[in-house]
Nanobody, 124 residues
Framework: QVQLVESGGGLVQAGGSLRLICAAT????????MGWFRQTPGKEREFVAS????????YYTDSVKGRFSVSKGNAENTMYLQMNNLKPEDTAIYYC?????????????????WGQGTQVTVSS
């Protein structure tokens, strides 16, 4: 059974940092692009960051550029999202996802496997 499990969320003050971890089990995603998305109540899930299969190409939504960094871990099937200088508007449930393609993409339709999400709350 394929599973993506996020961890590392929590409560942090504005300006602080968190590191989210996505661990995959059940199949290998070493040849897959992966991404991070987030969602707040009443809004659609939105793209945050994506990374290609090799870990060399990344994309970010404009609001997190320069603050967030996505990477793949040395351990197979692990992805990270380092979030610095967090703002209250970053508060959301963060989801990791894996795509059926090797190139990074912001398109939510390209992602077939999803985790259950981890809550990130940034206080002002």
């Amino acid at each position: 059974q394929v599973q993506l499990v996020e961890s590392g969320g929590g409560l942090v003050q504005a300006g602080g940092s968190l590191r989210l971890i996505c661990a995959a089990t059940g199949r290998s995603f070493t040849s897959a692009a992966m991404g991070w998305f987030r969602q707040t109540p009443g809004k659609e899930r939105e793209f945050v960051a994506s990374i290609d299969w090799s870990g060399t190409t990344t994309y970010y939504t404009d609001s997190v550029k320069g603050r967030f960094s996505v990477s793949k871990g040395n351990a197979e099937n692990t992805m990270y999202l380092q979030m610095n200088n967090l703002k209250p508007e970053d508060t959301a449930i963060y989801y990791c996802a894996a795509a059926r393609r090797i190139t990074a993409t912001p398109s939510i339709r390209e992602y077939d496997f999803w985790g259950q999400g981890t809550q990130v709350t940034v206080s002002s």
